[in-house]
């Protein structure tokens, strides 16, 4: 989305001084975002999966938690929805921190493939390498990754790391994962094109049914800010204090979410709010301020990519009045705000 779309043409950009402002400031803007944010009905609910298609379109909560483990929320935030691709980033992170940085590398990859995230056609221009762990071919090759001596432990490793990031325990929308389950004719062609070209390790079946659970798990607007901060904080949750990944992993993570976390419009969205986040087809986003906070959005309209638009517009305008865009600096010897 464009700066006008966002509707922060007027917001002047404070800079990242490596401080955010105190608690009362943050519930203020928190509030002014999502005001501002909430009278947008632009976009359409997803429906290729047909549960989605039931969301309520108004729905629409925002919520940030720092590092110090505070969280701030306005409207629905704890209202659940499936966590779609957004399980994405939180997965890499996972096997990122068993099997390291190289090997993800050269397995999975780390760029942006500039097409949809459900294209097949992706994967054939590039000799099946599956590319960018954000989209389905980079994320059910991540997937085929996890370590575990039968499916169940594999999915247990997803589920209680999924947990460890929210801290609390996460479980699956049965209802959303057997409706994604009779519509999964693309991502099983997807697994079977990547084993095809042996870019997959497990077989491509129990990597989509897998895949297909880690979507389907159930969260809200709060975890997503809970995991967010967990990233943006070196990899300890800062609600539980318990370590779930490494720095190295964290950094790593928001480097690929960075490139490729909003779809083929990853470069729209860095240029605008230059924050890594990560979208999700249900219409959750979460953003991270390395260092700073995680926000968790949830609002069911898209835009044409499937990046929800409330949340594009709410997280533009806290990335701005927060200060947390990373590219924004202002001069050292001079503490004004650039504007
Ligand atoms: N489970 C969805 C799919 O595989 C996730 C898509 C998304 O959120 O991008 O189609």
Redo the contacts with the bound molecule.
Sequence with gaps: MRESELDVEDVPQAAATGEVPETARIDDLLAAAHDRARVHTEGTVAD??PILAEADPEAFGVCVADVDGGLHEVGQTRRTFSI???SKAFVYALVCGQLGHQEVFDTVGVNNTGLP??SVIAVELNDGHPMNPM??AG?IATTALVPGATATERWEFIRAGLSRFAGRDLTIDDEVYRS?MAT?G??TAIAELLASYGRIRSDPDEAVDI??RQ?AVSIDARDLAVMGATLADGGVNPVTGVRVVSATVCRDTLAVLAASGL?ERSGEWLFEIGLPGK????GGLVTVAPGKVGIGAYAPRLDSA?NSVRGQIATAYLSRALGLNIFASAPHTNQENPG
């Excluded at 979208?279 to 249900?282: A, I, Q, T």
């Design positions: 290729y999966i779609q691709s957004i995230f459900n989209v389905n994320a994604e999964n693309r991502n895949y297909t979507c779809y979208s999700g087809v249900s499937g």
